[in-house]
């Protein structure tokens, strides 16, 4: 009994992101009641599945030694082609072409970086410009608002009150979770990134798995494009603008160090839900939406400075 | 069985461009021998194994393994035909556990397509027990110390069923018990008539443990001899292609005054209340067991770690140094263990490692003067007798010895007037250590103060002036050494404590 204690003690404070997500859950629920009210919970749900699921493909890109930038604009192309293109070819393709969107623009950069061997972030960095640019020309700079309705009403549909877009978070979590822990390409992922010269003496085949990161990132945010646009009714070329560095930070924030070989999808989930939480009571609080930017930024530099001067300490 | 051939190299050649590594070498290895290797850095021993590696390509040449001829084009193939080789830096990733790096590439799934971990930690267990090591399958590799990795890459090695053994001086960064250790698993794989190809410039342990011993010189193979039938000079002779003469030269005592004095410096759990003075033209050998604090100590003074109290006086005056600018400032140099992380910029040219530290003295107007920094460069290289094909050649390129001299290069221009040299002869061959001998034997003539920490004791009992031992982070006792005439026994006594 006193053992239990004793061990989840040490776990909150090894853990630090952890435990202050509960204090804070804690705060909030007390300083403001509307926190745990069920609509409040919904759209935290839903704010968590949006940078969740980039922030599942963002893991395996982290993981394997590399970060993807153009996950944004991916978003946002996704979103534009599914919404414009649906009244010309009907939904089902629609969706399909958003998807292979994110396929395609996947492949090029992974195969630009594995094949090609240029630096990831030159790469990723030319990609989210140019494919920001195409989104805007599709969509003539301006958003575009979605004429089918099942896409809407997927958008608003629940499963036994839970948003359905958590609903698919949680699954793919999962499956992210059982493919990184419980296969043989998972765990490769891990080697590459660990290590790549250990990785390619072991006779991996390293350009397969840098090429699959990127291919992935760009399935992942193709998904929450088509998600995002069902949401909102809209395909915005703006759309993921600011959702690439803020899923980077949470990854970090998390505990995955960018480094490589190091990570999981919980500690993804625990640096998103923080973000998330943070953004939620902040809004709830009042607190004006700029001055909410300076305070965010300021709290991910402290958590990533406080870990490495922790670090550094036991080092001294 | 005597004469069961395992693996022959025959007429091997490989050139890079510019120098011939390798000229003609042929190489036979019998079934269940520990084979040595030994040779000059630079001698072609690393390229041999990595042509046998399948990591480069001969120009010519053929390898027979088990009297068949295989083309061992990569590292995957030399593994297929029962071919493992343990580098000096480790083929492990250190974010995985032990189990996942031994099983790296090749992880047991379940019919499902499930990964068995429980399989996997099992097999992995069992191997690193085979070799009598209990280590717990799940640890990261990344928290093991040195000897642990290689026992897993012993155990790596083993999982791949491999015959053959090639260890890149692999006691190379042990201590005396971990060495030990390895000589025992060693013998337990000969035992088990795994043949062991071992690099080593050690003479000890090539006696200790080595049934043959081959010498390769300059990319050709001098001789391969019986160990039991040979002797250390033999050895020595054929590597350098020399009568080597005294192994220590023999200098005067130029001792001075004092320039360095350390009162009571402490460090938590480090260093205990350390006190001693430098003089000027004098070598201050540091010796004792790894782990006594030696390195803390001179890191301390270079201010590379903090002190929790104590004073430091350079030239009589008081001097708070808290970080190794400051160090710099007051002309205390520190050559690290470590010279490949430490010491150089491996990537930069010998001539931008030289000039670093002092990069004021050849700017004008805030611009490189290139001529200058050109003589410069050419001046030490002359006079350390750097062997490099130009200053402008990178220093990775360049042997053990050599890239050693680059930093006793760079900090000698720094002007430094106390220096620091932790392990100065480490990883570098017989001929580049009395080199390096005769250089600190300059600097102090030259009128510098040198510090040294060695873990050969020897070779602090022939160049110190003055020898501290260490123990426990305490300096436990002091010998003057003018006439040379401490014994290794003394200092080991009170390096044990």
């Not at chain 2, 429980?118 to 070799?131: G, P, R, V």
């Not at chain 2, 003074?301 to 005056?317: E, L, P």
Request: glycine share 8%; proline share 2%; charged share 20%.
């Amino acid at each position: 009994m006193n053992k239990q204690a004793v061990k989840i003690g040490n776990f909150l404070l090894k853990e630090k992101v952890f435990s202050s997500s509960v204090l804070l859950l804690i705060a909030i629920s007390i300083a403001s009641p509307y926190f745990l009210s069920v609509d409040n919970l919904r759209n935290l749900a839903v704010q968590i599945a949006v940078y969740g699921i980039v922030g599942l493909g963002m893991t395996f890109a982290i993981i394997g030694g590399e970060f993807d930038l153009a996950a944004g604009s991916m978003i946002s192309i996704s979103g534009v082609l599914a919404v414009g293109l649906e009244p010309k070819i009907g939904l089902g393709p629609a969706l399909v072409v958003a998807m292979l969107s994110g396929l395609v623009f996947g492949c090029i950069n992974g195969l630009l970086i594995s094949k090609a061997g240029i630096n990831s972030f030159i790469v990723t960095f030319g990609s989210m410009v140019t494919v920001k640019g195409l989104a805007l020309t599709i969509a003539n700079g301006r958003p575009i608002t979605s004429q089918s309705e099942a896409l809407n009403n997927f958008g608003d549909l629940r499963v036994i009150g839970i948003p359905v877009m958590f609903l698919i978070f949680v699954i793919l979590l999962v499956v992210c979770h059982y493919i990184l822990t419980y296969t043989r390409f998972g765990r490769n992922i891990y080697a590459v990134g660990g290590n790549l010269d250990v990785a390619k003496a072991t006779g991996l085949n390293v350009a397969f798995y840098k090429a699959i990161l990127f291919i992935l990132t760009g399935l992942f945010s193709a998904l929450v494009g088509i998600l995002l646009a069902a949401r909102l009714n809209t395909g915005s070329p703006i759309q993921g603008d600011d959702i690439t560095l803020t899923v980077i930070a949470s990854v970090v924030i998390g505990g995955t160090s960018l480094s490589g070989g190091k990570g999981n999808t919980a500690r993804t989930l625990l640096g998103v839900f923080i973000m998330m939480l943070l953004s939620n009571s902040f809004d709830l609080l009042g607190i004006q939406p700029y001055i909410q930017k300076v305070i965010k930024g300021l709290i991910i530099i402290s958590v990533v400075a406080f870990d490495s001067y922790n670090k550094k300490r036991i080092e001294r | 069985m005597g004469n069961d051939i395992i693996l022959e190299m025959k007429n091997i050649c490989k050139s890079f461009p510019g120098v011939v590594a390798l000229n003609n070498v042929s190489l036979s290895i019998k079934r269940g021998e520990v084979h040595a290797l030994c040779g000059e850095n630079g001698a072609g021993k690393s390229t041999l194994m990595k042509i046998l590696y399948g990591i480069y390509r001969a120009d010519s040449g053929e390898i027979w393994i088990n009297g068949e001829k295989r083309n061992i084009t990569s590292p995957v193939k030399a593994q297929e035909n029962g071919l493992s080789i343990i580098f000096q830096e480790f083929n492990l990733v250190d974010t995985l556990s032990v189990a996942e790096n031994i099983f790296l590439g090749r992880l047991k799934t379940t019919k499902s397509g499930k990964i068995d971990w429980k399989s996997i930690e099992k097999d992995a267990a069992e191997l690193m027990l085979h070799i009598g090591c209990d280590i717990d399958p799940k640890t990261p590799v990344g928290s093991l110390s040195v000897s642990q990795k290689q026992m897993v890459e012993i155990a790596k090695a083993l999982s791949y069923n491999a015959e053959i053994i090639v260890m890149d001086e692999p006691s190379a960064t042990l201590t005396d018990r971990e060495m030990e250790n390895l000589y025992r698993i060693i013998q337990e794989l000969k035992e088990k008539k795994i043949t062991i190809i071992y690099i080593s410039h050690k003479m000890d342990e090539i006696f200790k443990i080595t049934d043959r011993v081959t010498v390769l010189r300059d990319g050709v193979v001098i001789c391969t001899l019986d160990t039991c039938k040979t002797c250390r000079e033999e050895i020595v002779s054929n590597m350098v292609g020399r009568c080597l003469g005294q192994e220590y030269p023999k200098r005067e005592n130029y001792s001075g005054e004092k320039v360095l004095e350390v009162k009571n410096i402490n460090r938590k759990g480090v260093l205990n209340d350390v006190s001693f003075c430098l003089h000027r033209g004098e070598v201050l050998g540091i010796a004792g067991l790894v782990g006594a604090g030696r390195t803390e100590l001179v890191r301390a003074i270079f201010g590379a770690d903090r002190i929790s109290s104590g004073k430091v006086f350079v030239n009589g005056k008081e001097v708070r140094i808290k970080s190794p600018i400051d160090a710099i400032r007051n002309g205390i140099a520190l050559l690290t263990e470590d010279r490949k992380q430490q010491g150089l910029i491996l990537n930069n040219t010998v001539k931008e490692n030289i000039s670093i530290t002092n990069l004021k003295d050849i700017v004008k107007f805030g611009l490189l003067m290139n001529s200058k920094e050109n003589n410069i460069a050419k001046e030490y290289v002359d006079r350390l007798s750097v062997k490099t094909s130009s200053i402008n050649q990178k220093c990775i390129n360049l042997s053990g010895g050599n890239q050693q001299k680059v930093v006793l290069a760079k900090w000698l221009y720094s002007n430094a007037d106390i220096l620091i040299l932790d392990e100065p002869t480490r990883g570098i061959d017989v001929g580049a250590k009395q080199e390096i001998y005769h250089i600190i034997n300059e600097l102090v003539k030259m009128g510098k103060a040198v510090i040294m920490i060695s873990s050969e004791i020897p070779e602090v009992l022939a160049l110190s002036d003055r020898i501290l031992v260490m123990h426990k982070g305490r300096i436990t006792r002091e010998f003057k050494n003018e006439s040379r005439n401490v014994t290794p026994e003394q200092v080991m006594n009170c390096a044990i404590g």
